[in-house]
């Protein structure tokens, strides 16, 4: 006989959350400012208008088999935690604890530094002080290559993940509150974009360039590691790029994390991440239509700073593009952090109600939230921001959390990959469990997802070792920290 789905949580949480408001978290956090700038480091990659569109519905494709069969996941367990669960249950607690590691060290909170600091670094063009070499502590170097700092667009960045920590433990609704209201806009900026882009921008030379050869490979460039010149080099190509476009899509099933407090969490989980892959998907091809329609693929790939959404309504709207795509970022990116904040303190707080993570963290406060994992979250995330890297040829400061995103991006498909075979396991493991949603065109979509994702996972470890292999460092920690901390659970 299958065992009965396990969960520690307890009842107390407010069910606060409706289908709209579920499906605004997954859109939420899906849309950050990834596709105002990444289909230009794609197109460069790539090399062709028509294959850079296919690398998007690739991206679709991918996004969306995997929301359907974490789908039949989330109905089956709707507890918070979402992937944490899922691997528990479907293997064994260490696997949920690698995962939780990896959210918490990286994933998650990395994720929120990045998007809080994007926001800071469009604010400056509306806030010229704000800036990432206007220090307030200048960098203090910990060796040649690293270094600590406090500029003003760094604080502006802290100023925000803590204030989005200080609105979510007041309670679930002022969360609700913030997402819906700049949900809302981010999408109408989108829209925005994709009409002004297609209706005004549209011109006969940038029409003529990416239109008349749509599928003509482009020419191997050395510099970029990428040889789209044959069809084997096309396939590298394309996996290569899935990097860009699998995190501007990422963060999609964020809401299995708050399950708990959807209303019939059965059913409207797996709603809204269908609903809210689809639109978002749905956005990011138009975008990518207006770009292309707008502007010839040469201005896409040397777009400055790859910000190829400003270059577009610069066109458009010469000498207003910069301010007008600032204001949309600053709303989408703002937006997008408080998603995170929201849905990813669930997940230690799981963690914690089994013993793999602080104990305070797994308690919830008098606003029937886990103010001391988003706490927790708030603290590691705004250190993200502090460290600085730096190139010494170039003389030049960098990011961590941009190193630590380009790390675990492999790793983190490695747990979408055996999350998704889940849906195998435990049909297998557990016939018996109650399934309220199952998998639309099982076995076929969770199949095409583990193949074509074990294919781009191959690609990016053979052709950018250097930002895949140190991914694994981190997961191996976390085996390392699993081994103390599980044998001390165990032993309880």
């Given at each position: 006989m299958s065992q009965p789905l396990t969960t520690k949580e307890p009842t107390s949480f407010v069910r606060g959350l409706g289908l709209y408001d579920a499906s605004m978290i997954v859109m939420g956090s899906m849309i950050g400012s990834g596709i105002f700038i990444?289909?230009?480091?794609?197109?460069?990659?790539?090399?062709?208008?028509?294959?850079?569109?296919?690398?998007?519905?690739?991206?679709?494709?991918?996004?969306?088999?995997?929301?359907?069969?974490?789908?039949?996941?989330?109905?089956?367990?709707?507890?918070?935690?979402?992937?944490?669960?899922?691997?528990?249950?479907?293997?064994?607690?260490?696997?949920?604890?690698?995962?939780?590691?990896?959210?918490?060290?990286?994933?998650?909170?990395?994720?929120?530094?990045?998007?809080?600091?994007?926001?800071?670094?469009?604010?400056?063009?509306?806030?010229?002080?704000?800036?990432?070499?206007?220090?307030?502590?200048?960098p203090i170097h910990v060796s040649s290559g690293y270094a600590f700092s406090l500029s003003s667009a760094q604080l502006v960045a802290i100023s925000i993940i803590a204030l989005l920590t200080w609105a979510n433990c007041r309670g679930l609704r002022y969360g609700k509150i913030v997402?819906?209201?700049?949900?809302?806009?981010?999408?109408?900026?989108?829209?925005?974009?994709?009409?002004?882009?297609?209706?005004?921008?549209?011109?006969s030379t940038a029409i003529h360039a990416n239109f008349d050869h749509p599928w003509t490979l482009g020419s191997y460039d050395a510099t970029l590691g990428v040889a789209a010149a044959s069809i084997f080099g096309l396939i590298v190509a394309l996996g290569v790029a899935q990097s860009g476009s699998l995190f501007s899509a990422d963060a999609w099933h964020d809401v299995t994390f708050i399950a708990p407090e959807v209303r019939d969490p059965h059913r409207n989980v797996a709603r809204a991440m269908a609903i809210g892959c689809g639109s978002v998907i749905g956005l990011y091809l138009l975008a990518n239509i207006a770009y292309l329609v707008t502007l010839p693929l040469a201005e896409i790939q040397h777009a400055p700073a790859d910000r190829v959404a400003t270059a577009t309504l610069e066109k458009i709207f010469p000498g207003h593009?910069?301010?007008?795509?600032a204001i949309a970022i600053m709303i989408s990116t703002f937006g997008c952090t408080n998603g995170l904040v929201l849905a990813g303190a669930r997940a230690y707080f799981a963690m914690a109600r089994d013993g793999?993570?602080?104990?305070?963290?797994?308690?919830?406060?008098?606003?029937?939230?886990?103010?001391?994992?988003?706490?927790?979250?708030?603290?590691?995330?705004?250190?993200?921001?502090?460290?600085?890297?730096?190139?010494?040829?170039?003389?030049?400061y960098g990011n961590l959390y941009s190193n630590l995103l380009d790390y675990v991006i492999s790793a983190a498909l490695i747990f979408y990959i055996l999350t998704i075979a889940a849906v195998f396991r435990l049909r297998w493991k557990r016939p018996d469990a109650e399934r309220?949603?199952?998998?639309?065109?099982?076995?076929?979509?969770?199949?095409?997802?583990?193949?074509?994702?074990?294919?781009?996972?191959?690609?990016?470890?053979?052709?950018?070792?250097?930002?895949?292999?140190?991914?694994?460092?981190?997961?191996?920690?976390?085996?390392?920290?699993?081994?103390?901390?599980?044998r001390r659970v165990s032993d309880r």
């Open positions: 990444v289909p230009a480091d794609m197109a460069r990659e790539i090399g062709s208008p028509g294959w850079l569109m296919i690398a998007w519905v690739i991206t679709g494709l991918l996004t969306i088999a995997a929301a359907l069969s974490f789908g039949e996941l989330s109905s089956m367990m709707p507890h918070a935690g979402g992937t944490y669960v899922f691997l528990r249950e479907a293997y064994s607690p260490l696997w949920g604890f690698l995962y939780g590691w990896t959210c918490f060290t990286v994933i998650q909170t990395g994720t929120i530094a990045a998007v809080a600091v994007a926001f800071a670094r469009f604010s400056s063009v509306l806030f010229p002080r704000i800036a990432e070499d206007h220090y307030l502590i200048a997402q819906n209201i700049f949900t809302s806009g981010k999408i109408v900026a989108v829209v925005g974009l994709v009409l002004v882009g297609i209706l005004f921008g549209a011109n593009g910069p301010v007008l795509m793999l993570f602080f104990k305070r963290a797994g308690e919830l406060n008098s606003a029937k939230v886990p103010g001391w994992s988003l706490a927790m979250q708030g603290i590691w995330a705004s250190f993200l921001v502090l460290p600085r890297t730096y190139d010494v040829a170039a003389g030049k309220p949603y199952k998998v639309t065109g099982y076995p076929m979509v969770p199949a095409f997802y583990i193949v074509v994702g074990s294919v781009v996972l191959a690609i990016l470890f053979a052709y950018r070792p250097a930002t895949t292999w140190p991914g694994l460092v981190i997961v191996l920690i976390g085996g390392l920290v699993y081994a103390v901390v599980g």
